[in-house]
């Protein structure tokens, strides 16, 4: 089973050669090393690259456990970089294991970072590295490196490169899709069994045992309590505060404001959430708070609450919010105020627009509906478009299979598979 990505090869095609580092972040497990030691290897070699000059270290496996102390990184690489006017290639795979977790809270800056800066300065040398922590290389090697640093971040499989792999039409592929996920292992395995325990084992044993050890937690349950209540409320609006009652009053737990602030920090730095901020669409300015958080892939999210939880309009929501990060599109949380008048009194209203969604100068602005059955569910649906004077795109997404079709005040709906397996579905 051979899955392309090109949206992420086109990307290091792009910048080969460019003099700077290429940081390849993402989730561990979500094929950031399939993505750079195959595809990524393999165009290099369609180009006339030698294996000889390319040079690959996989720091997470035991065969390169010396390689993690920065100076034997370092000797090794410019062993291998034989020849000064000839080009190579180094790809450095899972570099946080480069990082001692006293050089993370330290006040240097990590001996790792003079590893890449010797080999930046290396004329005839480009270089690639893989992570799975974002404050360690989407913050810090941008800062460190000062505009010499180009992230390319990968995601979990899109419902498009999953259905690259499944064996069954679109609505199917959307049942396997919304329970399981795309991380891309899944794919391999036969049975849901396989799935589930690889899902619920990739969570506890990889992404919480990470974060605990990398950030030298000793109260472990709050994280992990804190990881069930985020992933019970995608979609729905929430702020440190609340979830602190939360802990209160359902887990009869006390946990700080602070605490829970510094936990979530940890899960957006692992991949494992993101959040979506709310914007005032008339007033064109963010409001602080509450926010939304999504998680990264629908299967983790299903696995850590033991599947006990699929609710299809949030995951849904939470599906199409991947897929406009994965094309590019910054996403905020719309908020549309409405004034009116009941019993002669003026009153105001603030209307939800699922998905604010900014490229550059595209917008668009999108509603996941899942079902519009009635009349009034679809009136519901549209007041929020409808109170939006701009000229940019109004789209609907919904479950069933329909053709795109437009009102009279120019909204589009169209089916969600539409929208994710057709790139450019946008633009219709």
Not at 128 to 134: A, C, D, I, L, M
Not at 332 to 354: A, F, I, M, N
């Amino acid at each position: 089973m051979r899955i392309s990505r090109d949206r992420y090869l086109d990307k290091l095609i792009a910048r080969m050669g460019n003099g700077m580092i290429k940081v390849v972040t993402g989730a561990r497990r979500c094929g950031k090393t399939f993505l750079l030691f195959e595809l990524f290897e393999d165009y290099l070699r369609s180009q006339g690259v030698d294996d000889t000059h390319i040079v690959e270290v996989v720091l997470d496996d035991m065969a390169y456990a010396d390689m993690r102390d920065p100076e034997r990184l370092y000797a090794y690489v410019k062993s291998r970089i034989t020849n000064p006017t000839d080009r190579y290639y180094v790809l450095l795979d899972e570099v946080q294991y480069a990082i001692s977790n006293e050089e993370m809270h330290g006040d240097e800056p990590p001996r790792l970072y003079g590893v890449l800066n010797g080999l930046l300065r290396m004329r005839n040398v480009d270089v690639y590295v893989t992570g799975s922590n974002s404050r360690m290389l989407s913050t810090d090697v941008m800062t460190e490196f000062r505009g010499r640093g180009d992230e390319i971040r990968v995601r979990p499989l899109s419902f498009a490169e999953f259905m690259q792999a499944y064996d069954g039409d679109a609505q199917h592929g959307w049942a396997e899709y919304v329970m399981f996920g795309g991380m891309p292992l899944t794919l391999s395995m036969r049975t849901d069994e396989q799935k589930t325990r690889y899902l619920e084992s990739l969570f506890s044993e990889t992404y919480l045992k990470d974060i605990v050890a990398r950030n030298g937690l000793r109260k472990s349950q709050e994280l992990d309590d804190l990881t069930d209540v985020l992933a019970s409320s995608i979609g729905a609006l929430t702020n440190p505060s609340r979830i602190r009652a939360t802990f209160d009053s359902v887990l009869h737990s006390s946990i700080s404001v602070n605490t829970i602030t510094q936990y979530i920090g940890y899960l957006e730095e692992a991949f494992i959430i993101e959040e979506a901020r709310r914007y005032d669409v008339k007033g064109r300015k963010y409001i602080g708070s509450p926010k939304k958080y999504y998680f990264e892939d629908m299967g983790l999210r299903n696995a850590r609450l033991g599947f006990r939880q699929v609710e299809q309009t949030h995951i849904m929501e939470n599906i199409v919010y991947n897929e406009l990060r994965t094309r590019g599109y910054n996403v905020d949380v719309g908020v549309v105020e409405q004034r009116s008048r009941h019993d002669g009194e003026q009153y105001r209203k603030q209307l939800e627009v699922d998905f604010v969604a900014n490229l550059g100068s595209q917008r668009y602005y999108i509603q996941s509906a899942y079902q519009l059955p009635t009349e009034e569910k679809i009136t519901q649906e549209k007041a929020s478009l409808l109170g939006i004077d701009d000229s940019f795109k109004k789209i609907i997404l919904v479950r069933d299979v329909v053709k795109p079709a437009r009102d009279d005040r120019g909204i589009l709906t169209m089916s969600v598979y539409d929208f994710l397996l057709d790139a450019n579905s946008l633009t219709i």
